[in-house]
T-cell receptor, first 112, second 115 residues
Framework: GNSVTQMEGPVTLSEEAFLTINCTYT??????LFWYVQYPGEGLQLLLKATKADDKGSNKGFEATYRKETTSFHLEKGSVQVSDSAVYFC???????????FGSGTRLQVQP | DVKVTQSSRYLVKRTGEKVFLECVQD?????MFWYRQDPGLGLRLIYF???????EKGDIPEGYSVSREKKERFSLILESASTNQTSMYLC??????????????FGAGTRLSVL
C-alpha cells in the first residue's frame, strides 16, 4: 500500500543543535515528497518539497533529499532555534490519487 | 496570499446533533479537501472535491458527508455526531489538476468536541 512513516516524537533539542527527523515511505510508482510544518494554533504550511529522485528541497535552513534507493526523505537542519518548535509532517503525493498521504507527525521542542 | 478560512476554531456539540463545518478559500482553487487530525495518526483524508458539486470519498468517509455548491466553499457534515468524531478538522485547497506542483493550502483547523 501507500504510506508514510515518521519517527515518533517528541524530539527535544537545545537551541543550535542539529536536527534530523526521519521519514520513509511506501508507494506504487514515484511520488512527490513534502514536509509540512504546523506551528502552535495554526494550520499546516508547506516547508519544502522534492518531485524526483535525488532532488533536494530546502527552505528556512531546513533540507531534505529524495532518496529513491532507501525510499526516504529525512528532514535536517544544522542549527535549530526556539521558533522552530512545531509539529512536522512528512507526506507524499501520487499522481491520480489527488490528495496527500501524511505521516503521523513529529513534535519538535527546542529549548533555549 | 492564499487564504483558507474555517468558520469556527472550536465547537462543542452533543451526541446525535447534526454538525456543519464550513471552509472558504479565496484563490479560485478547483480542489478542496477535508482531513481529520488525531494524535499518532497524522492527517487522514475524509472527502475531497475537484469541482462544484463533485466529490470523492477519501480514506475515512464513514459518518461524514460533504457539500460543494459554490467553488469557494466546501462544507463537512456530520449527520449524527458521535464521540469518536471528536477531533481536529482541517480544510485545504489546491489549484486544478493532479500535478505535485499543486501545493495544498490549509486552514487553521476546527477543534470539535462531541460530548
Amino acid at each position: 500500500g501507500n504510506s508514510v512513516t515518521q519517527m515518533e516524537g517528541p524530539v527535544t533539542l537545545s537551541e543550535e543543535a542539529f536536527l534530523t527527523i526521519n521519514c520513509t515511505y511506501t508507494a506504487t510508482g514515484y511520488p512527490s515528497l513534502f514536509w509540512y510544518v504546523q506551528y502552535p494554533g495554526e494550520g499546516l504550511q508547506l516547508l519544502l518539497k522534492a518531485t524526483k529522485a535525488d532532488d533536494k528541497g530546502s527552505n528556512k535552513g531546513f533540507e531534505a533529499t529524495y532518496r529513491k534507493e532507501t525510499t526516504s526523505f529525512h528532514l535536517e537542519k544544522g542549527s535549530v532555534q526556539v521558533s522552530d518548535s512545531a509539529v512536522y509532517f512528512c507526506a507524499h503525493f501520487l499522481t491520480g490519487r489527488r490528495a496527500l498521504t501524511f505521516g503521523s507527525g513529529t513534535r519538535l521542542q527546542v529549548q533555549p | 496570499d492564499v487564504k483558507v478560512t474555517q468558520s469556527s476554531r472550536y465547537l462543542v456539540k452533543r451526541t446525535g446533533e447534526k454538525v456543519f463545518l464550513e471552509c472558504v478559500q479565496d484563490m479560485d482553487h478547483e480542489n478542496m479537501f477535508w482531513y481529520r487530525q488525531d494524535p499518532g495518526l497524522g492527517l487522514r483524508l475524509i472527502y475531497f472535491s475537484y469541482d462544484v458539486k463533485m466529490k470523492e470519498k477519501g480514506d475515512i468517509p464513514e459518518g461524514y458527508s460533504v457539500s460543494r455548491e459554490k467553488k469557494e466553499r466546501f462544507s463537512l457534515i456530520l449527520e449524527s455526531a458521535s464521540t469518536n468524531q471528536t477531533s481536529m478538522y482541517l480544510c485545504a485547497s489546491s489549484p486544478s489538476g493532479t500535478s505535485a506542483k499543486n501545493i495544498q493550502y490549509f486552514g487553521a483547523g476546527t477543534r470539535l468536541s462531541v460530548l
